[in-house]
């Protein structure tokens, strides 16, 4: 058969898993989609892939339904940056949010009847501009999560560009360690492989699966 990045990706993610003395069962690849066409989703769905992360809601109304309609299985993640407004429309499509960073949008999700999972985004490199919770603020908003009915995922983490990623990994696994927390959700593109080496349970890519964006 036709070797297919979506393959060459899992044969990756195998390698990594096995190199680090783990199991591929235990991470799961999220394919994210975003600016992707359904044109260049469905062959990911027809190879039976069923995860794939988007970053604006807006985006995933358009997209999803009619995907969903034909692959009810499906689970959405939302991986980007979401507005407290938008909590109720980002549960009715999501499953899962990885981005959970701040009380005022904890609160709106905590407000749903059925509030999807969620990951807390930690900004593990303290980077001004990025979205996440700083690191001192996670004692305490960890148990806010816990104390709503929110389902807890994990944490999620995106190392700043540019840099070597693995420190920033390691010390999100540390802080998830650290909180009794199994779920991470890390490695992009260029440093999968070295998340799955510190831990990652939750794999995001977007290029490697759908190529360069024009
Ligand atoms: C776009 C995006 C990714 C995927 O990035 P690639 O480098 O294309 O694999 C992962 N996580 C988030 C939050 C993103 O916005």
């Known amino acids: 058969m036709a070797s297919s990045p979506l393959q060459d990706v899992r044969d990756r993610i195998a390698l990594a898993a096995r190199r680090a ?11 994210v989609s975003k600016k992707r066409g359904a044109d260049e989703i469905r062959p990911l769905l027809e190879a039976g892939h069923r995860d794939f992360g988007e970053n604006r809601v807006a985006e995933a109304q358009e997209k999803w339904p009619a995907l969903k309609a034909d692959y009810p299985d499906v689970r959405l993640h939302m991986v980007g940056q979401l507005q407290s407004n ?5 549960a009715a499509i999501f499953d899962v949010i990885h981005s959970l960073d701040r009380p005022s949008l904890l609160k709106a999700l905590a407000k749903l009847d059925n509030p999807p999972s969620c990951y807390v985004q930690v900004n593990i490199g303290a980077e001004e501009q990025k979205g996440g919770l700083d690191i001192a603020e996670l004692p305490d ?14 944490l999620m983490a995106m190392p700043p560009q540019g840099l070597e990623a693995s420190p920033f990994f390691a010390l999100t696994a540390e802080l998830a360690r650290r909180h009794g927390l199994q779920g991470l959700s890390m490695g992009m593109t260029n440093d999968f492989e070295s998340a799955v080496r510190l831990g990652a349970t939750a794999l995001r890519v977007g290029t490697a699966l759908f190529g360069e964006r024009g």
């Not at 938008?86 to 980002?90: H, N, V």
């Not at 908003?141 to 994990?154: H, K, M, N, T, Y």
């Open 21 to 31: 003395d783990r199991s591929p069962e235990d991470i799961t690849l999220i394919a």
């Open 86 to 90: 938008k909590a109720e429309e980002a």
């Open 141 to 154: 908003f960890l148990g806010q999560v816990r104390a709503s009915d929110i389902p807890l995922a994990g």
